[in-house]
Nanobody, 115 residues
Framework: QVKLVESGGGSVQSGGSLRLSCAASGSGYRFDWYAMNWYRQAPGKERELVAHIYDTGTTTQYADSVKGRFTVSRDNVKNELYLQMDSLKPEDTAVYYC??????WGQGAQVCVCS
């Protein structure tokens, strides 16, 4: 069983930055064997994939809406996943989730880009 715990959400003004973290753990779980994802779900909208990172961290992919503003990274020694969010816009307001193998999901981190 994989446990994912997010931290770092909060409220920020438009144009600001936030960094989300996701700590992964689990008996026998090798974090560095699996790709990881960040999703978000805004009120009244479907959950969408925001960023994807390969197991080695060398390859990343982004939704068009965040490309050039968000950066996904990982530390395979600390078993942590990160999402650096810069130049935030009100439309980035959502609950952000990290997701991993075996349909594992974090509890969600609220991000509000509030003027």
């Amino acid at each position: 069983q994989v446990k994912l715990v997010e931290s770092g959400g909060g409220s920020v003004q438009s144009g600001g930055s936030l960094r989300l973290s996701c700590a992964a753990s689990g008996s026998g779980y090798r974090f560095d064997w699996y790709a990881m994802n960040w999703y978000r779900q805004a009120p009244g909208k479907e959950r969408e994939l925001v960023a994807h990172i390969y197991d080695t961290g060398t390859t990343t992919q982004y939704a068009d809406s965040v490309k050039g503003r968000f950066t996904v990274s990982r530390d395979n020694v600390k078993n942590e996943l990160y999402l650096q969010m810069d130049s935030l816009k009100p439309e980035d307001t959502a609950v952000y989730y990290c997701a991993g193998p075996f349909e594992s999901w974090g509890q969600g981190a609220q991000v509000c880009v509030c003027s």
